[in-house]
């Protein structure tokens, strides 16, 4: 079993910022590609930001130039550093992860979602 544990969402004001982390743990061989989604009221899920565990990321066009997602992969931690938030911008959070487990499975899981919600 794989578990991604998230955390950091919460109340911001329209230009603050939130930092989300996601930690996975569980049955690890290697941690592929991890990365973000979001979900708004009444929206399709979305990608919001990806991270190879080699090579280039890759972001949604809306959230660029204010969005950073970095990987700790000691840790198997993703973060999303959120700067200059939006009151489109909420959603809840998702965290991804491309899994091979230690019975060689290659597997997508879940994190059970963050709120982000940007108000004054």
């Known amino acids: 079993q794989v578990q991604l544990v998230e955390s950091g969402g919460g109340l911001v004001q329209p230009g603050g910022s939130l930092r989300l982390s996601c930690a996975a743990s569980g049955s690890i061989f290697r941690v592929n590609a991890m990365g973000w989604y979001r979900q708004a009221p009444g929206k399709q899920r979305e990608l919001v930001a990806v991270?190879?565990?080699?090579?280039?990321?890759n972001y949604a066009n809306s959230v660029k130039g204010r969005f950073t997602i970095s990987r700790d992969n000691a840790k198997n931690t993703v973060y999303l550093q959120m700067n200059s938030l939006k009151p489109e911008d909420t959603a809840v959070y998702y965290c991804?992860?491309?899994?091979?487990?230690?019975?060689?499975?290659?597997?997508?899981?879940w994190g059970q979602g963050t709120q982000v919600t940007v108000s004054s």
């Open positions: 991804n992860a491309l899994v091979i487990t230690l019975a060689g499975v290659h597997n997508t899981y």
């Open positions: 991270m190879p565990s080699g090579g280039s990321t």
